[in-house]
């Protein structure tokens, strides 16, 4: 059981490029999510999934854009890279999301780098 | 509105000492849960504990030790002999169902560095 895994663990990317980061769960969570932590920050909600094709976004989701079209996979696409974007990248899964109890069990992170 | 604060932003303690990290949350709702998570220096994030709003007990898991006070909206937490594997990012975190929504939200503190010095 690998719980929540993230690819790549590093990047860096020029201004203008793309790039999609992948996760993928194995605990068969309904919800979905990704975050972005900057420095000396907490964690900011980028986007988030309720289930296979259902998305939503949360608070920071401008520059990104989201699919989920299996139970396992949340991938998180960059379109256009800004400076910006330089941040470490969180996904997390929890099984009901709905309830405020769940816990969301994260990823290892992705630090992005945009120059 | 939702906020957890965390003022401290670094502590550096000896080893075997004593260290609490504090926790200041905000809101409204009757019902909320309340977590910690460890970052270590790796940088995954590792979940600790969770605590509702209805229970007051204090939770005690080895070295670690949580403190919730409704009254004074903290949820402080408390590493006992300290040891250098603690040195971490801690975050506080606050989850709430915000108006109109169906998803049950992590509102997180900005974190306390904790490095503990052998």
């Known amino acids: 059981n690998a719980g929540v895994t993230q690819t790549p663990k590093f990047r860096i990317l020029k201004i203008g490029q793309s790039m999609t980061l992948q996760c993928t769960q194995d605990?068969?969570?309904?919800?979905m999510y990704w975050y972005r932590q900057d420095p000396g920050m907490g964690l900011k909600l980028i986007y988030y999934?309720?289930?296979?094709?259902?998305?939503d976004k949360g608070e920071v989701p401008n520059g990104y854009n989201v699919s989920r079209s299996t139970t396992e996979d949340f991938p998180l696409r960059l379109e256009l890279a800004a400076p910006s974007q330089t941040s470490v990248y969180f996904c997390?899964?929890?099984?009901?999301?709905?309830?405020?109890?769940?816990?969301?069990?994260f990823g290892p992170g992705t630090r992005l780098t945009v120059l | 509105a939702q906020k957890v604060t965390q003022a401290q932003t670094e502590i550096s303690v000896v080893e075997k000492e004593d260290v609490t990290l504090d926790c200041v949350y905000e809101?409204?709702?009757?019902?909320?849960?309340l977590f910690w998570y460890k970052q270590p220096p790796s940088g995954e994030l590792v979940f600790l504990i969770r605590?509702?709003?209805?229970?007051?007990q204090n939770e005690i898991s080895g070295r670690y030790s949580w403190n919730f006070q409704k009254s004074t909206s903290s949820f402080n937490f408390t590493i006992t002999a300290s040891q250098v594997v603690d040195s971490a990012v801690y975050f506080c975190?606050?989850?709430?169902?915000?108006?109109?929504?169906?998803?049950?939200?992590?509102?997180f503190g900005r974190g306390t560095q904790l490095t503990v010095w052998p």
């Open positions: 997390a899964s929890s099984y009901y999301g709905t309830s405020r109890s769940d816990t969301q069990y």
């Open positions: 605990m068969n969570h309904n919800y």
């Open positions: 999934s309720v289930g296979a094709g259902i998305t």
């Open positions: 809101t409204r709702d009757t019902t909320y849960y």
């Open positions: 605590r509702n709003s209805f229970d007051e």
């Open positions: 975190a606050l989850s709430v169902r915000d108006v109109g929504s169906t998803l049950g939200r992590l509102y």
